[in-house]
Each structure stands twice: as structure tokens, then as C-alpha cells.
């Protein structure tokens, strides 16, 4: 974890915000999602904790009301 929370700083520390889209996957623990949320306007996150696999008709309307949700709240990105 040490490791990987130095990559982290570092990258978001030696990059400017609207240089680099910084993703970060497989989030499946709330001690990862709680760190990470304090990054949420630099950091995109995906994982089962935030979104379980789903079919293809219950993904489409999850996509379609989470693009909605975030034209709204302009949190969409390039």
C-alpha cells in the first residue's frame, strides 16, 4: 500500500489537473473508496464497489442515468 500511495502522490503532485486523467480501478474496499473521494475532481473510479457487473439491458439505462447525472453536475471529462 506504501508503494502505491507514493506512485499516486507523485503522479497527481508532479502533473497538472488538466494534463492527465488519472484512473483508478478495482476499487473494492471502502478504505479505498474513502481515500480516494478526497481526489474525486482529479481521479476517475471504477470498481466492483462502485459498480457491479451487470447485463446489457441494466447496464444501458445505468449509463444513460449516469450521463444524465453527470452533464448535470458537469462531472464528465475531455
Not at 7 to 18: A, V
Not at 67 to 76: D, F, G, P, V
Amino acid at each position: 500500500m506504501a508503494v502505491t500511495l507514493l506512485y499516486f502522490f507523485s503522479i497527481l503532485s508532479d502533473t497538472p489537473p488538466n494534463d492527465l486523467v488519472i484512473v483508478a480501478e478495482g476499487i473494492e474496499r471502502e478504505e479505498e473508496l474513502n481515500f480516494l473521494n478526497a481526489f474525486k475532481e482529479h481521479v476517475l473510479m471504477q470498481g466492483f464497489l462502485i459498480c457491479h457487473p451487470k447485463g446489457k439491458d441494466e447496464f444501458i439505462r445505468w449509463a444513460e442515468s449516469w450521463t444524465l447525472m453527470a452533464s448535470s453536475k458537469n462531472l464528465s471529462r475531455r
